[in-house]
């Protein structure tokens, strides 16, 4: 049963443009949420994050939107540049559980064209 | 500050070897959690241990396996190898449990390949 999902392989944009990244969860008790950014050959580094009390947060060209309703989250990245191409995790954490252990998604590749 | 280092970066094993990976956390980080990734399910949750102590277990056979030494240097084994378990093996620290309070730092991997 997955509990983070992330349904796009993959997305291709244009330098310059919007990437809109979605991700979906069924776990009511997940209660805070993080994108990774993955490289080939690197590990997963924290991209930004976001409580369930809130709706939005943003931190320069990233901005997380949660929709606790719908149970679910997206990351724009405006603009989106070529360096942002990599692969890109959902994940979540259950209300009361410790940061040892996070849900994720399978993950979306994100491909920036010049 | 050095990051997460894990050791072997790439190794190859037969079915039915065991292997044994290493992991040294952020100095000053007690919290080391193991990941596996592979294409067709992404990053799964081994398990996670702080203070010498499994705190939680993912959903994987008893064959996996791991400890955690009193530096917080941690190792994971995988025995009775399949080749199903071939994947990125990531490694992951943090401060400290409790309530979420930050993000995970993860080690470049170690890739397993079980011929």
């Known amino acids: 049963d997955q509990q983070v999902k992330q349904n796009s392989p993959s997305l291709s944009v244009q330098e310059g443009r919007i990437s809109i990244l979605n991700c979906d969860y069924t776990?009511?008790?997940?209660?805070?949420f993080l994108w990774y950014k993955k490289y080939p050959a690197e590990g997963p580094t924290f991209l930004i994050s976001?409580?369930?009390?809130?709706d939005k947060n943003e931190d320069g060209r990233f901005t997380v939107f949660l929709n606790k309703s719908a149970k679910h989250l997206s990351l724009h990245i405006v603009p989106s540049q070529p360096g942002d191409s990599a692969v890109y995790f959902c994940?979540?954490?259950?209300?009361?559980?410790?940061?040892?252990?996070?849900?994720f998604g399978k993950g979306t590749l994100l491909t920036v064209n010049p | 500050k050095a990051g997460v280092t894990q050791t072997p970066r790439y190794l190859i094993k037969t079915r039915g070897q065991q292997v044994t990976l290493s992991c040294s956390p952020i100095?000053?980080?007690?919290?080391v959690s193991w990941y596996q990734q592979t294409p067709g399910q992404g990053l799964q949750f081994l398990f996670e241990y702080f203070s010498e102590t499994q705190r939680n277990k993912g959903n994987f056979p008893g064959r996996f396996s791991g400890r955690q030494f009193s530096n917080s240097r941690s190792e994971m084994n995988v025995s009775t190898l399949e080749l199903g378990d071939s994947a990125l093996y990531l490694c992951?620290?943090?401060?400290?449990?409790?309530?979420?309070?930050?993000?995970?730092?993860f080690g470049e991997g170690s890739r397993l390949t079980v011929l």
């Open positions: 992951a620290s943090s401060l400290s449990g409790g309530t979420y309070t930050g993000e995970l730092f």
């Open positions: 776990n009511s008790m997940f209660d805070y």
């Open positions: 994940a979540a954490s259950a209300k009361g559980g410790s940061n040892y252990k996070l849900t």
């Open positions: 100095s000053g980080h007690r919290s």
């Open positions: 976001i409580s369930s009390i809130k």
